[in-house]
């Protein structure tokens, strides 16, 4: 599993991107993906919308809006795990995390 960090506004309506290219044996491609927002227990995370979501040969793209706001004076504010589940035309199957932290800015 690979995971990557972010920031965002619960206001902003952003994109985010997973390259798959680097996990994928050669002539393998990507024929599904998910994206699942969650809270650090793993139960869904109803702040959080996913509003689009779409995928290339090597890639994924999710947009995303909401978020609950965290604590500005701690160190990571709300953390947000999205999990991006792919299947590939080889039949593997993988996962991706996107940690937001959400600040009011």
Wanted: hydrophobic share 40%; net charge negative.
């Amino acid at each position: 599993m690979t995971i990557w960090y972010d920031v965002k506004d619960p206001s902003a309506v952003l994109d985010y991107e997973g390259d798959w290219a680097p996990f994928l044996v050669p002539g393998d491609t990507i024929t599904a993906s998910t994206w699942t927002p969650t809270l650090p227990g793993g139960e869904l995370d109803h702040s959080i919308t996913v509003q689009s979501a779409s995928f290339a040969p090597t890639n994924t793209t999710v947009w995303l809006t909401g978020g609950a706001v965290g604590d500005p004076m701690q160190i990571f504010g709300a953390m947000h795990a999205i999990v991006n589940h792919i299947t590939t035309s080889q039949g593997r199957q993988d996962n991706q995390t996107l940690y937001l932290d959400i600040f009011q800015k």
